[in-house]
């Protein structure tokens, strides 16, 4: 945690939520992690703020004015604060395309247009005649290094479309604030590790420190979406190179492979996204920790019955494939030794993902999941292959200790004999 700044001191509560930031102001915490007021009396700031059962913030009072929003999905759509008026639309891609603005009861609703750059940021609002009304210039961190324009103020959403509370100086990301000064979220992630190396663990960070090419909409690991297409990718080559070695159809290995990749890797985000909540229950230290890892071990268990159930269907696809190719008859067998490998490596492969035993447990979701077991599942996979492999190809063993002379060729052999002949 960082415990201070420009040689001001910040404290946190048990659970690593700021409760008086460099800068003097005081925060409250409700639910775990959603921010129920900021309060800086040198700043003259007196704000609060209230969530709905997802977690999107519906409203907030700043120095008694109510600013009450709407949201379809997680996607903002109007902002209304005494008789002023926004209303916020997207273009097919999700990003901010344009806001309509009333001033007042008894102003027109006039439509501005955003002017973005390549990574989102807004930089500009223009009328309907191409006029600015906003300008906005951020450093690489979105940190506004100026703002000019009537609207400038009025309009909230500015780097990388992200709502800006010009009250605090804080983006708000639907599950966290962003600090742009101090370059970091001011409190921890729901994501114990994202995977990515040291700074992978460092739950503050603001999209793996790198501004440029990363942005995170929601506050959570910017990553998350890639686990299960990465999980599908690597079971489908590692089910392809199984049914090549063991001799089978390299198709039907490569997708309940997939499938099984993809299947895992969402079950063990599920669990771990579950454990996530218990932190919000208000359960003891020990308690917590014992009812996270009890659904972490379930999700392991359920993964480990997926991986025997996806190698079985694999099986029994082949089988069926040899019988029409007139390969084999007679009735389906389970090899019972290969089930019990997949379902082994993808239980500790899992396990490798929690990272098990913590007290603090988050969503360590699939990508980690693959990362990180995806190379017990490789290991497991070659002992697996190899064990097929000797079985299929015995060594072969001399019987016979006599040496054989090879026979010379035939040019050599005349000539010897017509020497002796001689």
Known sequence: M??????????????GNPLRWYDGTDFKWVNGKQLASAVN??????????????????SKTVNGVEHKYIWQGDRLLSESYGDTE?????????????????????????????????????????????????????????????TLGALAEINPLRYRGYYFDTETD??????????????????????????????????????GNDPISRKDDAGDFWGIVVGAAVGGLVGAVFGAINASAAGEDVGT???YGALAGVVTSLVGAGAAALASVVGTWGLSASMTSIVCNSIKGAGMCVNAAFG????????????????????????????YTSMLISAASVFGSTFLSYGLPSTNVFL????IDIIGGGYINMSAGVLEMSARWISSNPPKIKTDSVKTRKALPYNRRWNNERILMW
């Open 253 to 255: 290995g490569a997708l």
């Open 170 to 207: 804080l983006y708000y990301l639907k599950s966290r604030y962003y600090d742009p000064f101090v370059c970091r979220f001011i409190n921890a992630d729901n994501y114990q590790s994202t995977g990515q190396d040291i700074i992978g663990c460092n739950m503050f960070a603001y999209c």
């Open 308 to 335: 025997a159930r996806f190698d079985y269907l694999s099986q029994k696809q082949q089988f069926n494939i040899k019988v029409k190719n007139g390969l084999a008859s007679g009735d389906f067998e389970p090899d």
């Open 2 to 15: 960082l415990t201070a700044f420009n040689g001001k001191a910040i404290t946190y509560d048990t659970i």
């Open 41 to 58: 009396a040198g700043k003259g700031l007196d704000a609060s703020y209230t969530y709905n059962v997802d977690g999107l913030r519906m």
């Open 364 to 367: 360590d979701d699939s990508l």
């Open 86 to 146: 926004l209303e916020f639309f997207y273009d097919e891609s999700g990003k901010p395309y344009s806001m309509s603005y009333k001033a007042d009861a008894n102003a027109d609703r006039i439509m501005y247009y955003y002017v973005t750059n390549l990574h989102g940021d807004i930089m500009s609002m223009v009328d309907a005649e191409g006029f600015s009304v906003a300008e906005y210039y951020y450093n690489a961190w979105g940190l506004p290094m100026g």
